[in-house]
């Protein structure tokens, strides 16, 4: 089965084909990065646009790329339905429905974390179920267990902010350019480890929620009282960056561990934006060894939003039978756990 697969939940327009047979056969991805950089985050009006700008010459592009051409190219469709931004949804909902409807075949609405969560699945090395996974991006912090497609236990998320959401505001309070995670960890590269010491928060209790607020509220407060007595602003926000980095990666690692122990699973999973970042991978890969799991990622071009993670999500529930009435819609919240195994309703 070929299924294409369109993401616009927030400032990343995605497209690609996949095909259960061959696997994936063709993505492309357009980043709104430098139509929100202006404002220091995403604007959802101008998301919403740029994305109805964008999908179309994409999917032309896809098509062209994967050698399919015209009505009966591909045999189904899936499109991102939510969560994320109700207005950037609706692009891609309606696009997918209505190219559905034009060509005669089956459309799904996929849920944005299933397709992170299945994302590994793209790679030479695609875990096994049942595994552990961290879905770690701007929008989410929450630790899964995944037993199979559609069958997920959540077992701990952020109370407050997540953690990519708290590398980028902590980025704004350090000068430095949206998108700022990615920005932050580079700066950390030349920090100094030892000079300053983060809190890991909810560490010192039990559970595996995660809680990002305070974290971020300590680098404020640190930030002020450094920068204003300064001699020397590089040095120092480089350090103070080292520092968050750490916190928020050693705060990670910890819940895993606890995760790890708890379910007895030997397989980790690390999704999401945050899941690109460097020394993050390093740490986990240092936790696998130490407790003899194996940990998978996607590639860092599959970590942030996609639409080959779409298309792969989508291609595994309309293998089941999955075909959505012609109404669509789009879910700002969408709790992960109401979801359901392909061929059976979800709640």
């Known amino acids: ?63 062209r790329a994967a050698g399919l051409t015209g009505p009966g190219a591909v045999d189904g469709i899936a499109y991102t339905a939510g969560p994320g931004l109700v207005g950037a949804l609706l692009v891609g909902a309606a696009v997918g ?40 991006s701007g929008g989410h912090t929450q630790l899964v267990a995944v037993d199979g497609v559609g069958a997920y236990r959540v077992l701990g998320e952020s109370l407050d902010d997540a953690a990519g959401e708290a590398f980028d505001k902590t980025a704004s309070l350090l000068g430095l350019p949206y998108p700022g995670g990615p920005e932050l960890a580079a700066l950390a590269e030349a920090g100094n480890p030892e000079r300053f010491r983060f809190p890991r928060p909810m560490t010192d209790r039990p559970g595996l929620d995660f809680s ?8 404020m407060n640190t930030i002020t009282e450094t920068l204003s007595a300064s001699t020397d602003e590089a040095r120092d926000r480089a350090d103070i960056a080292r520092a968050f980095e750490e916190a928020v990666v050693d705060t990670l690692v910890i819940k895993c561990r606890r995760a790890l122990d708890q379910t007895g ?34 590639r ?48």
């Open 265 to 298: 699973l030997g397989r980790l999973v690390v999704s999401g934006g945050v899941g690109a970042n460097r020394r993050l991978r390093q740490a986990m890969s240092m936790l696998a060894a130490d407790r003899s799991a194996s940990v998978h990622y996607p």
């Open 1 to 63: 089965m070929r299924v294409l697969g369109i993401e616009t939940s927030c400032d990343e327009t995605g497209v690609a084909v996949y095909d259960s047979g061959a696997g994936l056969l063709a993505h492309r991805l357009y980043s709104q990065a430098a139509v929100h950089a202006e404002y220091g985050g995403v604007v959802p009006e101008l998301a919403s646009r740029d994305h109805v700008r964008k999908v179309v010459p994409l999917l032309d592009e896809v098509l």
């Open 97 to 136: 429905r209505s190219l559905a409807l034009a060509w005669g075949v089956p459309a799904v609405a996929v849920h944005h974390m299933e397709g992170h969560l299945l994302a590994p699945m793209l790679e030479p090395d695609a875990p096994e179920f049942p595994f552990l996974a961290l879905l770690v």
């Open 212 to 219: 990002f607020s305070g974290l971020k509220t300590f680098a």
């Open 300 to 347: 860092i071009e599959f970590c942030t939003d996609n639409g080959a993670m779409v298309a792969y999500a989508g291609c595994q529930r309309l293998l089941a039978g999955a075909d959505e009435p012609l109404a669509f819609g789009a879910r700002a919240r969408w709790p992960l756990e109401s979801l359901a195994p392909p061929g059976e309703a979800s709640a």
